[in-house]
């Protein structure tokens, strides 16, 4: 495959047990691409839970300590979720190309999420360099992430 070069981005990147393997086959292909990486763990294939480390990898990303996010769990669906729960976060499951391009098109999504036990490692590269180079188109799609963004400001 042929990883396409994109700017230095700095990337908060973590997984459960089930993404284990696949953040860390993902973490080289951004080291090949020259990003900085914050590793929020886990380091290892031993059960965890997921949520506090998905909050970790949003909470570095809507703080601006990273300028992307990437989870990576079985099926990538949970970790989502409990990334969404963090304001300023845009976290989109993106286990094909499609939704990968759409997601930072349309949605401007800031964490990516994939899943481990689904994504093979030469398709999670192309979602991840995709993910990476595209570009958030704006116009009425930020009319939209206004409105969402309106809705995490009325919170408690």
Excluded at 38 to 61: K, L
Aim: charged residues 20%; hydrophobic residues 40%; neutral net charge.
């Amino acid at each position: 495959m042929n990883i396409v070069q994109s700017p230095l981005v700095r990337i908060a990147i973590g997984a459960d047990h089930a993404g284990f393997l696949l953040k860390e086959y993902l973490k080289q292909t951004l080291q090949r691409l020259g990003h900085a990486i914050d590793d929020h763990g886990t380091d290892s294939e031993v059960p965890v839970d997921y949520p506090p480390i998905c909050v970790g990898v949003a909470r570095a990303v809507a703080d601006g300590h990273a300028d992307r996010g990437i989870l990576v769990g079985g099926s990538g669906q949970g970790e989502q979720i409990a990334a969404n729960k963090v304001d300023g976060v845009r976290a989109a499951l993106c286990n094909d190309l499609y939704t990968a391009r759409l997601s930072r098109q349309h949605n401007d999504a800031n964490v990516l999420s994939m899943g481990g036990r689904i994504v093979a490692r030469g398709l999670a590269d192309e979602i991840l360099t995709l993910w990476l180079t595209t570009p958030f188109d704006g116009g009425r799609h930020q009319r939209r992430i206004d409105q969402i963004t309106a809705v995490e400001r009325q919170r408690p």
